[in-house]
């Protein structure tokens, strides 16, 4: 079945440092991949998306980079804050429509 | 707070009762997602609704599993003679069925512990 795998599952970085999250698909026909960010005992928060028309997308210091040919996309996150750390998910649509598969997930921890 | 709700937030049951939970989506939305997530993993579909109509049920649903939207607003989930397997954060979402339009939000849980 689809499948979206995400690596790494933790990941440590000093604040001010730049954090990148990757992830790989196997449904040829997702054209959508939203980004969410989960803190401890919420819902899961939609911090970006992106199409696969275009491949970069950015909002202020986030960004997401989408290779299609490749079947894979990736969350920059630059300038990191302690409240950047949470745990993040990327998801992908399942044949073009509108259930979402996510990744396994990323706890990222920012070090002050 | 004009997101999605869902309540209970925690329900403790015992193995074998039934539990419902409540979804009320963002006003204007018209599809409505239910997820299962359990600890340390990603929220798995389950089923969704676009309006009252119910489109889709993954394999995951059980058939002690059912879900209604009425009346195309909010949504209950219902899990009948639960088991331990069940305990999990069950998550709602929603969102607005438009011309390439994907975006989901989600609610804050209702976490189930099974005992």
């Known amino acids: 079945g689809e499948n979206v795998e995400q690596h790494p599952s933790t990941l440590s970085v000093q604040e001010g440092d730049s954090a990148v999250i990757k992830c790989t698909y196997s449904?040829?026909?997702?054209?959508?991949f939203p980004w969410y960010k989960q803190e401890l005992g919420k819902g899961p928060q939609l911090i970006i998306d992106i199409r696969s028309n275009v491949g970069e997308k950015k909002d202020q210091r986030i960004a997401v980079t989408l290779n299609k040919t490749a079947k894979h996309f990736s969350l920059h996150i630059t300038e990191t804050q302690p409240e950047d750390s949470a745990v993040y998910f990327c998801a992908a649509n399942i044949n073009a429509g509108n259930m979402l598969t996510f990744g396994g997930g990323t706890r990222l921890m920012v070090k002050p | 707070d004009t997101g999605v709700s869902q309540n209970p937030r925690h329900k403790i049951t015992k193995r074998g009762q039934n539990v419902t939970f409540r979804c009320d989506p963002i006003s204007e939305h018209n599809r409505l997602y239910w997820y299962r997530q359990t600890l340390g993993q990603g929220p798995e579909f389950l089923t969704y609704f676009q309006n009252e109509a119910q489109l889709e049920k993954s394999r995951l649903l059980s058939d002690r599993f059912s879900a209604e939207r009425p009346k195309g607003s909010f949504s209950t989930l219902e899990i009948q003679r639960t088991e331990q397997g069940d305990s999990a954060m069950y998550l709602c979402?929603?969102?607005?069925?438009?011309?390439?339009?994907?975006?989901?939000?989600f609610g804050p849980g209702t976490r189930l512990t099974v005992t």
């Open positions: 449904d040829s026909a997702s054209n959508y």
């Open positions: 979402a929603s969102s607005l069925a438009r011309t390439a339009s994907y975006e989901q939000y």
